[in-house]
């Protein structure tokens, strides 16, 4: 719902040449609003001259798109024609922010991102050519040289690079040296990259702004993603480190890799800032401690998918500084049904305070492992999602759990699964597989489905999601926590 200001904006942006006229005279404070409205009619004059001319140092299109998530064209159009013009206010405009337009959704498509990234670079880069090509004119028809020239703009983006924008984007960043505006990598993800394109990428990044590096299906193995991380370490600002899918085992290593692990292990340790580690897919058995030991500090976000933990990884996880301070855990893939399962629960009782968001999907939870889970479970009263997708739970132990859930005032999004006496011929105890690619009753579904609906509103949970779709629901990103 737009403000009212916002709406008393609009007739304000509708005479487009009388609107720009007045603009200079009108207060700051309406700068903001003014904007929302003239985006909400497309206004494209009243826009370019809102940029040229804003009053303030920061400008977040994220903040001012909140209602109109779709016009992401509209503002790299306005990137693209930004000019330090002359006007009776000198423009203030020191940061513009593009970061956060793309969700989840967006950012596990390629082709989308990939066309935001080239496009975000490729309007910095026009923008330089324009500013030399005034500059040449300039130095041609003998103009003043002591006009002064404008601070650049800083552009706040996200990157991904992959084989198909690589080129372009090293290019791009070796490029924009100077100029009007100024690109600056906030978040990076990289994919499908081999080391040498991973590093070459990185030096071109200034460590003052990046907070997140997101290596995702390198497949580099341990001894190039040890070369990688040593560059990492100079972004000393680094907030996020996601490793997902490096090709990492470190339950048989030769003396060769031995070293490289450890080099890997110091590394990760002089990002005094780090917040935020994804060891995706990564084979840990007996070594988070020798991980997670060499870090100056608590981490806040902590995944470790399919990492094949063993029960003194999470006994370590349970009693480090870490457990205290946890605000996302992700322990999907590994089996807690066992010797895990009480290091799990003890991790739940440290973490209950800070937690806030737990996938555990794929960890072969039965009915009993929940019932024996939820009182430490419900200890976490600011949880707000919690992933159970894939475990061969029952019917009975979803409903058991809809009703421990009022323990948990916060909670907003419950990612159960399908329970195991929907299904037909189901071997037990049914493995991921089998719960994946099984033949689900949907006629039993359908009366399953009924009856916790009926006991969600008997117990009035009408604000939270209870679903048995983990995408049909917005990431809880870190940093948006």
């Not at 909400?40 to 001012?64: C, G």
């Not at 003396?255 to 917040?275: C, D, H, M, T, Y």
């Not at 009782?349 to 806030?356: H, I, M, N, Q, W």
């Not at 419900?378 to 409903?399: D, E, F, I, W």
Request: a neutral charge.
């Amino acid at each position: 719902m737009q403000s009212l200001l916002t709406l008393c904006a609009v007739p304000v942006t509708r005479h487009q040449k009388l609107a720009c006229r007045a603009l200079a005279s009108l207060p700051w404070e309406l700068y903001p609003a003014l904007f929302q409205a003239a985006l909400m009619y497309d206004r494209m004059q009243v826009l370019k001259l809102l940029v040229q001319t804003w009053p303030f140092p920061h400008l977040s299109f994220l903040q001012l798109l909140e209602y109109w998530p779709h016009k992401q064209s509209m503002m790299l159009m306005l990137l693209a024609t930004l000019r330090r013009e002359s006007s009776s206010r000198r423009p203030q405009l020191r940061v513009m922010d593009m970061t956060g337009f793309l969700d989840a959704s967006c950012r596990q498509d390629p082709t989308t991102m990939r066309m935001w990234t080239c496009l975000v670079a490729s309007s910095c880069v026009n923008a330089m050519t324009r500013a030399r090509a005034a500059q040449r004119l300039a130095k041609h028809q003998k103009l003043d040289p002591q006009v002064p020239v404008a601070s650049p703009v800083e552009v706040y983006t996200d990157l991904l690079v992959n084989q198909s924008s690589y080129s372009f984007l090293k290019e791009a960043l070796q490029t924009i040296t100077c100029g009007p505006l100024r690109l600056c990598c906030r978040d990076l993800w990289t994919e499908e990259l081999s080391g040498p394109m991973t590093v070459a990428h990185l030096k071109l990044l200034d460590p003052v702004y990046l907070r997140q590096v997101d290596l995702h299906f390198n497949n580099l193995g341990l001894s190039s993603l040890c070369t990688v991380v040593s560059h990492v370490a100079k972004f000393t600002h680094l907030l996020s480190l996601k490793l997902q899918y490096s090709n990492v085992d470190v339950r048989r290593l030769t003396a060769e890799a031995e070293g490289n692990f450890q080099l890997f292990v110091s590394a990760i340790g002089q990002l005094r800032s780090l917040k935020e580690l994804n060891m995706g897919s990564s084979r840990l058995s007996g070594c988070l401690h020798q991980l997670l030991s060499s870090l100056q500090g608590p981490l806040e976000s902590l995944e470790l998918p399919f990492c094949a933990l063993l029960s003194g990884d999470l006994s370590y996880l349970a009693q480090s500084p870490h457990a205290t301070h946890l605000k996302k855990l992700d322990l999907s893939g590994n089996k807690l049904s066992g010797d895990l399962l009480s290091p799990f629960q003890r991790l739940l009782r440290e973490a209950s305070a800070s937690l806030l968001c737990l996938d555990v999907t794929e960890c072969q939870l039965m009915d009993v492992n929940l019932v024996s889970t939820l009182p430490n479970l419900c200890c976490c009263t600011h949880l707000r999602y919690l992933g159970l997708c894939r475990n061969p739970l029952a019917s009975t132990g979803v409903k058991n759990l809809i009703e421990h859930s009022l323990a948990l005032p916060e909670l907003q999004v419950v990612v159960h699964p399908v329970p195991v006496d929907c299904y037909r011929d189901l071997p037990w105890p049914p493995s991921s597989a089998h719960l994946l690619e099984g033949t689900v009753d949907e006629e039993r579904l359908a009366s399953v489905q009924a009856e916790l609906q009926q006991l969600l509103q008997a117990r009035r949970h009408h604000n939270v999601l209870w679903t048995m779709d983990k995408y049909s629901h917005n990431t809880f990103d870190y940093f948006s926590l």
